[in-house]
């Protein structure tokens, strides 16, 4: 830019040497006709004409006073070409026009200067945000391993209360039973004592009397210490204890899903636990209820959630084709219509066994390595999120953001079998883990 200002100067500074080079020293002005003398010194042809008019003799040049013996001089067509360039160059209607450039070329720059600002000014929002997301997910993470740290403490700290109780138990056990042996102890020295001052002192005492001095003591059994002082419960698999009674205490844990059968499509048959469901061809004797689909050969869980983190699993197996995931309490279950968030939808969509979809409009094609067995989903109803995962290995395979407002409820659909699919293949389970 510094340099860009200085060549500008110096191409100014430029012009205005070489418009003082071309003007002549007679009128002051840009050559008009110029003609070169032998002195090398140029005029304008009418003012060096003007200057000789009247003189008879020898002439001298008006600059260096040189004389010629006679009026003669040259015309310059290179210096004719440059007056006219500079001429050109400093015009008016050049000026303007360079002036008018300049203009839009500064309108431009500022233009291009705010939309730079704009762009500076929205990078640092989105590093804010970054930051303040970032922070926020960490205070989150924390907070859950807190909570899992929380539960072992607890769990660690009533175990080890157990064993101090325990230990306290059998120390005090012993110090009974201490005491009482030091007490006995005692006494039959007491007795060793009289026998034998009895025995030294006199002969003819009655043994009668002597033994009525003799103190009775308490017989005292033999402690012995037991093979398992402790209880065995402290060499037990403690960590897998442990485990399972965390998993019991996970928030959210796996919720306990069954089959609402009042909702199931007439061909949808579910087992008598309703953690099952399995499409057949034919349609099964039903009772007519509102909350019936018609339509589609759909059916919801009986537990519908509002508020709060949920999380269950559904065990697809290696059936070709179904739709799973949680569906609005106001949807309308005697058409057909298409499962999107729009409709009150937030659904994972299997077809031909490995093409894995999220439900969004248009589906949205996703790349699994291979095909979940069992499907974790995931609903967050505070932060309206609705999230899928393998739960082979809890990868993520799809997650809303836009999730929905309101009572929902998850939803599953076994689709209409292909002919060359045995039904056996054909079921959708609720998991649910029984620890
Ligand atoms: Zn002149
Ligand atoms: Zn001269």
């Avoid at 999380?311 to 949680?326: I, M, Q, R």
Wanted: proline share 4%; net charge neutral; hydrophobic share 35%.
């Amino acid at each position: 830019m510094l340099f860009l200002e200085t060549s500008k100067v110096s191409q100014h500074e430029g012009v205005c040497s070489l418009r003082e080079d071309l003007t002549c020293a007679i009128c002051c002005d840009l050559f008009r006709e110029p003609v070169m003398l032998a002195c090398l010194h140029h005029f304008c042809k009418p003012c060096i004409t003007q200057y000789w008019r009247g003189t008879p003799g020898p002439v001298s040049c008006p600059q260096c006073r040189k004389e010629f013996s006679s009026k003669h001089f040259q015309t310059n067509y290179l210096v004719t070409a440059m007056v006219e360039k500079i001429r050109a160059t400093t015009s008016d209607a050049h000026i303007k026009n360079v002036e008018k450039k300049l203009r839009e070329e500064l309108e431009s720059h500022c233009l291009r200067k705010e939309e730079f600002i704009n762009s500076v000014r929205r990078d640092k929002d989105t590093m804010d945000t970054i930051k303040r997301v970032g922070a926020e997910l960490q205070a989150h993470i924390r907070g859950e391993f807190r909570a899992l740290h929380q539960i072992l403490q607890d769990e660690e700290a009533c175990v080890l209360e157990q064993l101090r109780k325990e230990q306290e138990e059998e120390l005090g056990k012993v110090q009974r039973h201490l005491q009482a042996a030091e007490w006995a102890v005692r006494e039959l020295e007491d007795n060793i004592s009289v026998l034998q001052q009895t025995s030294a002192a006199t002969e003819n005492t009655l043994l009668t009397e002597v033994t009525s001095q003799l103190i009775v003591f308490v017989k005292l059994s033999i402690l012995r210490v037991p093979s398992n002082i402790f209880s065995s419960k402290y060499m037990a698999p403690l960590q897998y204890i442990t485990w399972r009674k965390m998993f019991n205490s996970l928030k959210p844990g796996l919720s306990p899903l069954t089959f609402d059968v009042d909702t199931a499509h007439p061909s949808i048959h579910v087992s008598r636990d309703k953690t099952v469901a399995v499409e057949w061809n034919a349609t099964f004797p039903y009772t007519d209820h509102s909350k019936r689909f018609l339509q589609c050969v759909n059916i919801l869980a009986s537990q519908g959630f509002q508020s709060g983190q949920h999380y269950w699993e559904v065990e697809v197996g290696s059936k070709p084709k179904w739709d799973l995931g949680v569906a609005s309490e106001a949807i309308d279950r005697r058409t057909k219509i298409k499962l999107t968030p729009e409709s009150g939808y937030w659904t994972l969509r299997m077809r031909n066994g490995n093409e894995c979809s999220a439900g969004t409009q248009p589906w949205t094609r996703l790349e699994l390595g291979a095909p979940p067995q069992r499907v974790g989903v995931y609903l967050d109803s505070d932060k309206r999120r609705v999230s899928f995962y393998n739960a082979d290995d809890m990868s993520l395979l799809y997650s809303f953001s836009n999730g929905p407002r309101g009572r929902v409820f998850p939803f599953f659909s076994p689709c209409i079998r292909n002919q060359e699919t045995h039904y056996k293949k054909n079921y959708i389970r609720l998991f649910g883990f029984e620890l």
